[in-house]
């Protein structure tokens, strides 16, 4: 009882006695304060928080500390959320045809780095194409994609989403364009990982572009996916450097390795609650 | 008035209750939180806190805002030290014949990246060594040295410290090693910067060790001094990459690079209260 | 034919001439440099040399080639060595319990990253360990190791290497200090990854020793083998950053990261010819 | 005599025999190759390579060396320079308001980090904006600009680049951009320092821009000017990582330090002749 933890996370319009409000309520519902973030956005005069708690003696249940936390939100205009650390989203993972993504997550996934249930793993290519990956336990969707079927893979897509009850859907290098409709449905729990350090370069085959320009490090950008694919609110960066002898092949594979460092850094900081939207930007509460 | 921040840093076996007693203390005093940092050690079960706040009316006095916190102090038994933000803390610079971070603090002093005033350099080496620095409106103090005017220089050096009011003494590639009394009396409040990756190399000429090793990446570490010179809390350390076309002489130089900037972000968190000790570490709210 | 590659290594005491002798002769020989790099090691007064090279025309056998460069090497006193770059090397790898390389390697290795064949993969622990890994198409040897049976077990695992034709030996995470004479037997054909900085901190659990000092990073080693277990030729390091939020398992999980980026980079240059043994350091020719 | 130390460079079409026939040469002229490097571009067919030498016995004069290599250059239809490494080249530092490039040039220039001569100093502000800096033994000329006076104050620049010998021109944050005319004029002894990551944010205000993208990382980039500003051939570029806490004026703190070390190294490159221009790119051959 006592192990379990919770995280509240809120934003509101900043103004004195936040924090000294959120923190006296959980005082006196019998809360113990385990990691606390905050960030005054001085342009937007927006206030952004995370907190982890735990309960001294017996937990309340969720419900009961949503319903009791509701007349601090209300009095300073708060949305916010509280969650179970303990309690696993449900992640559906998109992927086409490079997986080294894919296989970094599952790792991540079997190891318990990645505290997170797979809702499934969707591709618009078939099985075979993931022979080596041991899948056993985890439900494969192909969901074969052309200019005329989008609409309706789109729908079938949508229709996992809801009956898997998935909480976050990652492009693990999902090479399909997500249409508005559906990534206005996803908006604030959709990631993609984009291969080349926005807003470098954008469009087709960046690392391409990357070693036409001769730049001398390339990187990878991990970010929510909205209706403007590559422009969402960024959660995390990286880069690596290259050289005049690394080929556009040589940028793919030196790309791989922070593609999938970049992505598995962001999904596990969304699953912690540690990214906060703030407009068209993130605040990242890193660990 | 309402520009003027404080900086309140604490420390305590961890409660419940603390975060909120705090922040309802600065509520009620008529304060605003603009950043909190907090940090729960698990394993000493100890809790560490930094809060910079203003006044939405007029500010108190800084007496009568530690008076004021005394209870709420007395209660947690906690240590705790408020300071004026924006007073400037008095620094003195101790180098030896090698000047590139002296170089780099005087840049970053009047710039105004480093916040400081400088409450005077001292050298072992005379004037003629810094003959290309710019030392109008500062002290210099040549304090020669010899292994048997060692004691004496050290009693001057002690003197300085109290006639100049210093705050920080900071050992800019100072090569001479302090007594166990002088580290004692400056304890939490002289910060080295360590040529080397600590643990990696200690003692003498640690880029010729690294060298002699072969090893691939080379850094610096800067730390709190304490009686064992190389043994202090660790503030900030950081590497470059090196190859076998290096020469000792290249580590050195390479290494100027990191040694400057690791002494300069190590100072400029130290400054800005960022720095808690924590026994024989460092708890650093980075920013 | 035309596009096989060859790779010629070499080291010598150094004078004048080598380059225009090496390169002389194998124009002559109707070859075409397609890579060249070279060390002059003034410490030591040793020179090495890569050069990777194709043929104009039809290529010679690797006999003809080694044997027609003997007066060359003669002629300079040159340890060398001639190989076809696209015959792939035979690599053991072995393993205990913790199989984050194990899974980096295998990963490289089916996407081609890795241009080697797997002779087979050995632990101390049983297959089982390995549940979701696909080892279809390798030999999996579970050779189980006490204080009484290591004797035994190093027998054993000779005759492995000696009856798949291994060309190098892997040690990817596993826990098994090798035997000065199984060490002795591997030299230069057996790369170890040291979960941590060295020399930092050798020994046992290193990472929890980081966490004790209080490191700010912490690092990855991949070096040969010698008796000394730690202490042979580096190869390659890398670094990440941590802070005091870190507990000495986040080290461990960040660790991995680090451990098998920095053990994939080292094989991948031992398997392309660019690692030269010097002494007890590396000449390392980076991509 | 026998520590002089000459630098050829050259590129030309690609063949087989060029390694054979430089270093031929070279060995019968009785020079001793102490460094080379070479690259084969093979999406354009170019050859390029670097090589560092001295006499065994007395050294011959420049021209001679020159005259002498004419036939070699011919037969390959090579570009070719050679230089003493020792002749230090003259550079002229161009700067604004913003005078981090030019301490730290400055400073690495008389520790003899950078070994050049210092040409002059030109800048559109007054003596009095730099007036912490010890410019004796150097000249300073104030060139005043404005719109109306911009073709005037770029023909008393060409004026002084002339009059003063200038081998490389050095933009260290001088913000004005060089008319088509005066880049091609110094068309490939012109480095810039670009306060940015490019190809990410180019024109006004980079660091505002990146900060309004909400960015995870900034960085900075050295170029050859041509008559596109932020778009000549890239030498070098580097990172920092960064947060929402950051400010656009925290960027520019940050930035400075990375814009300091590209714009060094990138000089300190150039000066060894490690910098080879290939069309819109360049080949660098690090240390």
Known sequence: MYAEQFILTLSCQNRPGIVAA??????????NILEAQQFDDRQSDLFFMRVVYNFVESARSLETQRSEFVPVASTYGMDFSIRNRSERQRVLILVSRFDHCLADLLYR???????????????NHPRETFAHH???????HFLKISHETKQEQEAQLWSLVQSTGTDLVVLARYMQVLSDDLAAKLSGRCINIHHSF?????????YHQAHERGVKLIGAT???VTAALDEG???????????HYDTPD???????DIERQVLARAIAWHLDGRVLANGSKTVVFRD
């Open 233 to 243: 609110p960024i959660i995390e960066q990286d880069v690596e450097r290259i050289s």
């Open 134 to 140: 041991d899948f056993s336990g985890l439900n494969f």
């Open 222 to 224: 991990a970010h929510y």
């Open 22 to 31: 959120v923190s006296t309520h959980l005082f006196r519902a019998g809360c």
């Open 198 to 206: 926005l807003p470098g370069f954008k469009g087709a085959k960046p």
């Open 250 to 256: 040589d940028l793919v594979r030196k790309g791989r």
């Open 109 to 123: 996934w079997r190891t318990g780095e990645l505290p997170m249930d797979i809702a499934g793993i969707v591709s």
